[in-house]
């Protein structure tokens, strides 16, 4: 157990360094002079001159790609925080520490002072759709594993499908029409903003549902085949021929089988929930961390895109291996050493 973990953990290390030279390399190769991007488009020329200089951009790839390391490593201090540039650029945990991502030239602010907030705010969204999404759609496809060809069954099939082809702007957008602009019950944003008029939890309502509408079907159609297959099972004929009441077959015998392919169907879901919700997250103006990406990438904020898809890769890598342990753990015939 303890050497599978281990190799894990090396796989994902060098998971993040081919994921961050390649990030580094697309926003070095762009269009456009990287001291340009990096101060903006507002900064002089002289301020983008004493960049170039003081970023030595005239280095090959592979050393500037080290020296960014350096400085997210925290072991080099930022160079954009040098009195010398006259940037006023000032992170108040100073021009040296771990986790140094820069500064920000959307936002003016240090990358770490919009990242962390916007990703908490996209947590408690994706935490809120994840908890209604999982009993959902083990409940709706055990059941109607249990019954194939029930009216239940294919109710969830032609349901399941029907709302995982409607696109998250389209179904936005629906719900816009009959709770905002039709009924009024609920605001149009989640801008998290405005208490006095509309509650934290009204202005959830709208964005939650539109995750749990989207990505209830997939997860439920999973949960359903794998329940269908493993009830066709001899070892489950025999259990029931035995004379076993049903719902023991099911919950004893039945079930822990069947959650063992969705297992990992459900874990891939967190993802999505946090870095694939820009449409979401835009459609009702919710500043999470989905909408701060698109925002940056149109800005032309490299930095900000850089640490963005860092944090979006660790999150991907470190689900898959708590799927991996998990997996383990719920098949009894995988072991490890």
Not at 138 to 144: A, D, E, I, P, R
């Amino acid at each position: 157990m303890a050497v599978f973990v281990l190799k894990r953990l090396l796989m994902m290390a060098l998971t993040m360094l081919v994921a961050s030279f390649l990030v580094f390399s697309l926003m070095e190769f762009t269009p456009g002079n990287v001291a340009s991007k990096t101060l903006g488009p507002y900064a002089t020329q002289a301020q983008k001159d004493i960049l170039y200089e003081k970023l030595q951009l005239g280095d090959p790839l592979f050393v500037r790609y080290g020296r960014w390391l350096g400085v997210l490593a925290g072991g080099i201090p930022d160079p954009l925080q040098d009195p010398e540039l006259g940037l006023d650029f000032e992170d108040p945990r100073g021009d040296q520490y771990f986790g140094n991502f820069g500064y920000s030239s959307k936002y003016k602010l240090p990358v770490n002072d919009v990242l962390w907030p916007r990703l908490g705010n996209t947590l408690i969204l994706a935490g809120i759709a994840f908890g209604i999404i999982v009993p959902l759609s083990l409940v709706f496809g055990v059941l109607s594993g249990m019954r194939e060809g029930s009216l239940l069954d294919r109710s969830l099939s032609y349901t399941g499908i029907t709302l995982t082809s409607i696109p998250e702007f389209a179904s936005a957008v629906f719900l816009i029409a009959i709770f905002v602009l039709s009924l009024g019950w609920l605001p149009g944003t989640a801008n998290m903003q405005n208490f006095e008029d509309w509650s934290w939890a009204s202005q959830m309502i709208l964005p939650v549902m539109v995750l749990v509408l989207y990505d209830f079907g997939y997860v439920a159609r999973m949960v359903r085949g794998s329940m269908v297959e493993v009830m066709t099972r001899p070892y489950i004929r025999t259990a029931i021929l035995k004379g076993l009441p049903y719902k023991t077959v099911i919950m004893k015998h039945a079930l822990r089988n069947a959650l063992i392919a969705p297992f990992t169907v459900i874990l891939l879901q967190i993802p999505f929930l946090i870095t694939g919700v820009v449409v979401t997250e835009t459609v009702f103006s919710y500043p999470g961390f989905g909408k701060m990406l698109l925002e940056s990438a149109s800005f032309g904020d490299i930095t900000m895109v850089e640490a963005a898809t860092l944090v979006a890769v660790f999150i991907a890598v470190s689900t898959q291996l708590l799927g991996d342990i998990g997996y383990m753990y719920i098949n009894p015939r995988i072991r490890f050493t």
